[in-house]
């Protein structure tokens, strides 16, 4: 039977494409069966569309303005909220592909062992949204020679932080520019992520 995947993106959601042609050309063995993005302007939303999947624009905004001044709550009842949606399509397993929230334990809990997280830098390296730009400024000031790519779970409230499914390295070239250094770890990514995904359905 294949796998049910939900995917969770917050930007131009190349590696949700990935993931997206890999069904289709049943290179993984899964669906996507639901999206959601948290920014309204998130690409990932049309590529869903565009593949006939559902997709829903889920914010944090109006959970903010519920609890003013207490973030956290308001993170842990949007957080509540959106495993509620989420575990009623019954997933198998959901990714986290470019999705810029921390997710609390009134989500995780619902998923144990359930969520990953795609990540462009090595375990332990450049936690947090700017990995390649850090990975950049740390070439550019150490000589840094290579960056990566890692997939892991995400079972708490660790930035990037988890037990890792899969990981690649990325070599930084005396040529390369920021721009070529991105396009070389997103095309990592997009293989890597699938790769990790069919592994860690097939354990
Ligand atoms: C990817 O590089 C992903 O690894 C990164 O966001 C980008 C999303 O690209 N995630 C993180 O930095 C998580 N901390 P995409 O929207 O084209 O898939």
Same mark, same amino acid.
């Given at each position: 039977?294949?796998?049910?995947?939900?995917?969770?993106?917050?930007?131009?959601?190349?590696?949700?494409?990935?993931?997206?042609?890999?069904?289709?050309?049943?290179?993984?063995?899964?669906?996507?069966?639901?999206?959601?993005?948290?920014?309204? $302007? %998130?690409?990932?939303?049309? &590529?869903?569309?565009e593949?006939? /999947?559902?997709?829903?624009?889920?914010?944090? !905004?109006? =959970?903010?303005?519920?609890?003013?001044?207490?973030?956290?709550?308001?993170?842990?009842?949007y957080?509540?909220?959106l495993?509620?949606?989420?575990?009623?399509?019954?997933?198998?397993l959901?990714?986290?592909?470019?999705?810029?929230?921390?997710? $609390? %334990?009134?989500?995780?809990? &619902?998923?144990?062992?359930?969520? /990953?997280?795609?990540?462009?830098?090595?375990? !332990?390296? =450049?936690?947090?949204?700017?990995?390649?730009?850090?990975?950049?400024?740390?070439?550019?000031?150490?000589?840094?020679?290579?960056?990566?790519?890692?997939?892991?779970?995400?079972?708490?409230?660790?930035?990037?932080?988890g037990?890792?499914?899969?990981?690649?390295?990325?070599?930084?070239?005396?040529?390369?520019?920021?721009?070529?250094?991105?396009?070389?770890?997103?095309?990592?990514?997009?293989?890597?992520?699938?790769?990790?995904?069919?592994?860690?359905?097939q354990?």
């Amino acid at each position: 039977m294949k796998a049910r995947l939900v995917v969770l993106a917050s930007g131009s959601g190349s590696n949700l494409q990935a993931i997206l042609d890999a069904c289709a050309e049943e290179r993984l063995e899964a669906d996507v069966v639901f999206v959601v993005v948290n920014r309204r $302007s %998130a690409r990932a939303a049309q &590529r869903a569309q565009e593949a006939g /999947v559902p997709v829903a624009y889920r914010p944090l !905004g109006p =959970f903010r303005d519920e609890f003013p001044g207490d973030i956290r709550r308001a993170r842990e009842t949007y957080d509540a909220a959106l495993a509620r949606e989420i575990g009623e399509v019954q997933p198998d397993l959901v990714v986290q592909a470019g999705w810029m929230h921390l997710f $609390s %334990a009134a989500f995780l809990d &619902r998923f144990p062992g359930m969520v /990953v997280n795609l990540h462009p830098a090595m375990p !332990g390296a =450049f936690p947090g949204a700017h990995a390649i730009d850090d990975a950049w400024a740390a070439h550019q000031r150490d000589g840094l020679d290579h960056t990566g790519v890692m997939v892991h779970l995400v079972p708490d409230e660790g930035v990037d932080n988890g037990p890792v499914l899969a990981a690649q390295r990325v070599d930084i070239a005396h040529d390369d520019s920021r721009r070529s250094l991105e396009a070389k770890v997103h095309a990592v990514e997009h293989e890597l992520l699938v790769r990790a995904i069919g592994d860690y359905l097939q354990r």
